[in-house]
């Protein structure tokens, strides 16, 4: 969603924000020194650049022609080769997005917290939610698969959603075969997570 927010330059940076409403200042919270326009802070700007440095295997944007939002897109789904970075392709635009999203993160917080940028501790978020994030990107064939059970038993999953007042709880049995048997779902109480998942389970 963010990705998508950025490449139809619907981000309310300062610049974009001042189409709209009258704002006395409009240069950028990092360095001061431009308007803070999508182009600027994701890869102009001075502190920016320091973070795609660090974070991407010694990657400068400023030496790639971004012109418009929808190129630093294009950059992201189609990442030029980094000569330092053994990961496949589909890794580097994992790391070129979380980079983007954690320069907006740390632009906000300066806005609406006013705490001032760690750019070491941005350069930690986003080496841990990469290893999150790159987990679900393993190659299928190293993927753990629901797998039918023994021959004359049956193997049961269960499920639960958890709102503010109810939890909707389901269950799914199937047989040695992966055929299905039964399906229960209802709506009860809600609780924690644990006694929600417990009662699905009796």
Do not use: Y
Request: net charge positive.
């Amino acid at each position: 969603m963010f990705l998508w927010r950025l490449a139809v330059n619907a981000l309310p940076t300062r610049d974009n924000l001042s189409r709209r409403f009258q704002i006395a200042d409009t240069s950028c919270l990092f360095c001061r020194e431009c308007t803070e326009t999508p182009i600027h802070l994701f890869t102009k700007c001075n502190a920016s650049r320091a973070l795609w440095f660090f974070a991407c295997w010694g990657f400068k944007p400023d030496q790639i022609t971004l012109p418009n939002t929808e190129d630093i897109i294009k950059l992201v789904l189609q990442p030029p080769k980094l000569c330092n970075c053994a990961s496949d392709q589909e890794m580097v635009s994992l790391n070129l997005a979380l980079i983007l999203e954690e320069i907006w993160q740390s632009r906000n917080r300066v806005l609406h917290h006013n705490i001032r940028w760690d750019i070491l501790g941005s350069i930690r978020i986003i080496q841990t939610r990469f290893q999150v994030c790159s987990s679900s990107l393993i190659s299928p064939t190293n993927r753990q698969h629901w797998t039918p059970p023994p021959l004359g038993w049956i193997k049961i999953n269960v499920d639960a959603a958890i709102s503010s007042n109810l939890a909707s709880i389901a269950v799914f049995a199937r047989n040695h075969l992966g055929a299905p048997i039964k399906t229960w779902a209802r709506t009860i109480r809600n609780s924690t997570p644990l006694q929600v998942e417990t009662k699905a389970l009796l």
